[in-house]
């Protein structure tokens, strides 16, 4: 049965599992951003794709709690294999909230629920993000990302859209050498890899729009953002969980690559901060100040464990290492001078945020998307919408046979309909 006693439509029986409340979310606590600003007289209604994901649901959550008698978010979501309804269940008995089944790919849908909540703004989080599977899984990542943001433009253009905030990645600028200056909004695109590129050229449908058309749009390019309601398939849920299991973890490569991690709450408080000071036709890096490599973050995650791994045979116990992806990227650097201008800055140390983090995979981790052991693989493939791990490379194989180098709510929809469950509310916490 669905939420509300009212079961999915049949056609759908492979994602009946989306709309079962077993009420894990009832534990939680709400977790949003910090800013709040003097509300747009402009901004009514907001739409925010992939709401049911990962950053998009703490901004979710940040704009729904921060402005109850501002805004109206409506949160479209396909409920792809890595969303929860868990992530805003807890929203459900709020007036200015509403959860709308939908696929961007579909421009029916899109533009049903653009018409149908008058939407003058759009959030464009929806997308396929995992690196490891846009290596295998290519064709998806450029029908969701980029045919996907085509439809959401045309539709966008369609209805007469007031802002349109797209959110891509830092990794369209491609590798960073270790002695290049941090990289600005104006530098050159050179995605390395399917994902990063298809992020590229949806940018440049983004600016097409804006050319042609005069779509009022923004670009938004964050470094790695890092939280609680994160799928365990990116490389601090998945090692986190791996080790609350007692399993190893497994490192593509020497772990040498470094990344630059910033805290959900703290990225809710930046797009915040561009929707309400932003300027159209602007371009914004998210940077972080917290560069880590991926094997002091192995260190760090057992640190927060009470792992013992301070001799060299500890830490090999728990760090594995296999083969690298088919190009990794060493580094990614960008400069968020820009947005600091604006009045935004990181808020959340690494050690703080990764505190948090882990408590909360150690209380919800394993309960918050169901069974997710084939997603704690190396190398997991998709099968359908379904993850599937790597049979021929297991982590308990690998713990055997490894060999370790000494030197990662109101639903509306086509033929879909789902009323929001009332939730009690949990102390918000402040990132």
Known sequence: MAANGTAPSSANEEQNKFFEDFGVWKEAPILIGSTKFTPLPDVKNIMITGGAGFIACW?????????????????????????????????????NFTFYHGDITNPSEVVDCLERYNIDTIFHFAAQSHVDLSFGNSYAFT????????????????????????????EVYGEV????????ETSILAPTNPYAASKAAAEMLVHSYQKS??????????????????YPEKIIPKFSCLLQRGQPVVL?????????????????????????????????????????????????????????????????????HTQDRPFNDHRYAVDGTKLRQ??????????????????????FGERWWGDITKVLTPFPTVAGSEVVGDDNNTVEELREEMVVDADDNMILGKKRKLNGVPGGLAPAVEA
């Open 177 to 184: 050498k270790d002695d290049d200056d941090d990289l600005l």
């Open 252 to 320: 593509h490569g020497d772990g040498t690559p470094t990344r630059r991690y910033l805290f959900a709450g703290d990225a809710a408080d930046a797009f915040d901060t561009i929707l309400h000071k932003g300027t159209i036709g602007q371009i914004y890096n998210v940077g972080s100040y917290d560069e880590i490599s991926n094997l002091t973050l192995c260190s760090k995650l057992l640190t927060y464990l009470n792992i013992p791994h301070s001799t060299q045979e500890e830490l090999h116990k728990w760090v594995k």
């Open 213 to 230: 058309f005069k779509l009022p749009v923004m670009i938004v390019r964050s470094n790695n953002v890092y939280g609680p309601h994160q």
């Open 59 to 95: 901004l979710v959550r940040h704009l729904t709690l921060t402005y109850p008698d501002a805004y109206n978010i409506v949160s479209f979501d396909k409920l792809d294999y890595c969303a929860s309804l868990n992530n805003t269940r807890a929203l459900n008995d709020k007036r």
């Open 342 to 363: 604006l009045g935004w800055d990181q808020k959340t140390s690494f050690e703080n945020g990764m505190a948090i983090t882990v408590d909360w995979y150690q209380r």
């Open 143 to 170: 029908h969701t990302n980029v045919y996907g943001t085509h439809v959401l433009l045309e539709s966008a253009k369609k209805v007469g859209i007031k802002k349109f905030i797209h959110i891509s990645t830092d």
